[in-house]
């Protein structure tokens, strides 16, 4: 059974990556960005995960980290490489 991308999920993966998504619990799905990379050390891929989205609430989740999921989020506030919100001050979002 192969998992889609929720119909709301608005990114394209950068050039080279893709995304995956696999059951997490029971209402959650686990979105993983995969890399084009390839370590020396293990032939396993190379993947991150890019955040959680919950099918019976409609929500997207910043992760902890790949089995703890975190604060709400909106999806227009995500990047095409993670959901995690940057944490910046007044002077560093001027830049942005």
């Not at 990114?11 to 059951?23: A, C, I, L, T």
């Not at 609430?57 to 989020?73: E, M, R």
Request: charge should be negative; hydrophobic fraction near 30%; proline fraction near 9%.
């Amino acid at each position: 059974m192969t998992l889609e991308l929720p119909p709301n999920f608005i990114h394209e993966p950068p050039e080279g990556y893709s995304y995956k998504v696999e059951p997490f619990k029971r209402n959650v799905l686990s979105i993983w960005l995969h890399h084009p990379a390839r370590y020396n050390y293990t032939s396993d891929p190379i993947c991150t995960i890019w955040g959680f989205y919950n099918t019976k609430k409609g929500t997207y989740h910043a992760p902890i980290n790949a089995k703890k999921c975190g604060d709400q989020v909106d999806i227009e506030d995500t990047r095409e490489y993670t959901a995690m919100q940057l944490n910046v001050n007044p002077l560093m979002s001027a830049f942005q």
